[in-house]
């Protein structure tokens, strides 16, 4: 696991991507954690005007193309040398946001984090899990990437507009470079992966594009390393205040 670096000289940034179907209740508290917690430029790109960040409106329907072309827009907007990957039902630390990548052909991923089952008091979590929205790397690199992405499922007509997530596009991974070629994976980029002091949240509800799997049973291989918490135990959070509970 390396060893993190912070380059006061890059500017750091965010992009931020929405279907706009999010619980607003839900939608408030993420968002004004992720201003608590980041205090840098946010470009946000969502299927409705947004109050939020320099918001640009995407054309289109909730769709796994659609979900990468608001990625690649929100991308091609930011002005940032290093962007971080934002999603609207994720809870963010503001331990995440205390490096930056040192090696613009890695991808950096957070794996100190917890998938909260919504409405319930249960959260999960095991060694490497890896989300897309916990990564960070060099915006540049990024573009690549999701140009090469959009490029290979329209030339293979993969491009169709469903409203949940594909087969295919688990088959490829959502995370670069975390799957070579000859595993199915688009590239054979790489990857490092790094630990903040304490994690971030991400709130897995039956609105989530992707399979939410917060059951062991979910997984085609279990983590060994698979556990289960009360979410109110998390480390470095008080969610009773941050939610409102009544204790």
Known sequence: ????????????????YTD?????????????????????????????SMDFGKNIVFNGVRSYPTYLKQ???????????????????????PSHFKFVPTKPEIYYYNINNYRWR???????????????????????TAIKHYKLRIE???HQGMNEYRSREPRWARRFGYEPGTKKIKRGGLTDEDCMKWKSE??????RHKGTFSHPKTFLREFIHPPASFRE??????????????????L
């Open 1 to 16: 696991m390396e060893k993190l670096v912070f380059h006061s000289t890059m500017k750091i940034g965010g992009i931020y």
């Open 20 to 48: 706009n179907r999010l619980d607003s209740k839900m939608l408030k508290v993420c968002q004004k954690q992720l201003r608590v917690a980041f205090d840098r430029e946010i470009v946000s790109c969502s299927l409705k």
């Open 71 to 93: 990625i690649l827009t929100a991308l091609e907007a930011s002005t940032s040398d290093v962007v971080y990957f934002l999603e609207h039902d994720v809870l963010y630390s």
């Open 118 to 140: 919504w409405e319930t008091d249960v959260a999960i979590t095991y060694d490497e899990l890896t989300s897309l929205s916990m990564m960070c790397c060099f915006r540049e």
């Open 152 to 154: 290979v499922i329209e």
């Open 198 to 203: 304490f994690p971030n949240i991400d709130i």
């Open 229 to 246: 918490v009360n979410v109110f135990d998390i480390p470095g959070w008080d969610l009773k205040k941050l939610w409102n509970y009544q």
